[in-house]
């Protein structure tokens, strides 16, 4: 979803964005979405030099990174200067000294998971609160969403992102389509952050057990 939602935002920034995806199928709904670049997501060095060529000795502003291996290095040689990279990623994440070797350009990393807690007006007002305000105009659509239920369908659910034939979000649902059965009690692993301190009030909020 992070590919779908970036390629959103930069329709509402007006710029073009060039976009990895592994399977056939993902690329043509970037390019439906209106992608001007595609690039493989499994292939580095692929993706590099068809990016360059493509871009006919143009430089890119800026990256949004999670992938690892040698994607980090090639978005650093595609930037221009003064270019700006954006890390979500969890694995092989630079430090800031190795990032400032490479030259102008800046090197941010992003984890939500400290973000938030660290700073919570921020995450209110400035991330949600701007997010909430292109909802209430239209300018964000909801994410694919392919379901499954808990019981009998979570290993469908696990072969499909397997597979990587997965667009958008794959989520596995509790309960039939009544809701939530509350009978019962629940289990939040890793619970204590941001996240799920909003999952567990969802929870409680809806009569469920502790």
């Known amino acids: 979803g992070v590919g779908l939602a970036s390629v959103e935002y930069a329709h509402c920034l007006r710029v ?6 592994g399977r056939p199928h993902k690329h043509e709904l970037l390019r439906a979405l209106g992608a001007t670049r595609l690039g493989s997501s499994r292939d580095s060095p692929a993706w590099v030099h068809g990016v360059a060529h ?5 430089r890119a502003h800026a990256a949004l990174n999670s992938l690892s291996n040698d994607f980090l290095s090639g978005s650093f040689a595609l930037l221009g200067e003064g270019g700006r990279i954006e890390e979500i990623g969890k694995r092989s994440v630079w430090s800031n000294w190795r990032a400032a070797a490479l030259g102008s350009a800046s090197y941010d990393v992003l984890d939500m998971a400290a973000e938030v807690p660290s700073d919570p007006d921020w ?3 400035r991330v949600l609160g701007a997010l909430s305000s292109r909802a209430e105009v239209g300018m964000v659509r909801a994410l694919p969403m392919q379901a499954f239920r808990l019981l009998g369908e979570v290993q469908a659910a696990f072969r499909l ?4 034939q997965n667009v958008g979000k794959v989520v596995v649902r509790l309960g039939g ?4 059965a509350t009978a019962g009690r629940q289990l939040l692993s890793g619970g204590t952050g941001g996240l799920g301190l909003l999952t567990a009030r969802w929870l409680a909020g809806r009569g469920a057990d502790s």
């Open 16 to 21: 073009n964005a060039i976009a990895t995806a």
């Open 54 to 58: 493509g871009a006919a000795g143009c």
């Open 123 to 125: 995450y209110q007002e």
């Open 161 to 164: 992102l397997q597979r990587g």
């Open 177 to 180: 389509a009544g809701g939530m």
